[in-house]
């Protein structure tokens, strides 16, 4: 439940997020964002698809929590996250 709850949270911050940004896809925003929370580290997020936001303190702890709750996801399930990511960046390739 708590993990749901997270990311339900997640997504409702991402949409917050695309409706305020300009100049970058919704999508694109989404995708980076997903595969650094995924694969990359929080400060990776700051630099990367968060680096045009001030990001407060509170945002910048359910962040890390969020990704020390996705780091602690059982290998094959983080890996079948990973290949569905790859499958729908594979898919906008070829749109």
């Known amino acids: ?8 949270l997640v ?42 936001y001030n990001v407060n303190e509170d945002a910048k702890a359910a962040m890390t929590e969020l990704k020390s709750c996705i780091d602690g996801l059982q290998p094959m399930h983080k890996a079948e996250l990973i290949k569905l990511l790859v499958h729908v960046l594979g898919s906008q390739d070829g749109a």
Not at 1 to 8: E, I, T, Y
Request: glycine share 10%; aromatic share 10%.
């Open 11 to 52: 997504a409702l911050t991402l949409f917050c997020i695309c409706r305020l940004a300009t100049g970058e896809d919704c999508n694109e925003f989404f995708m980076n964002f997903l595969q650094t929370l995924l694969v990359g580290t929080p400060e990776e997020l700051y630099e990367g698809p968060l680096g045009k």
């Open 1 to 8: 439940m708590k993990g749901s709850r997270a990311l339900l």
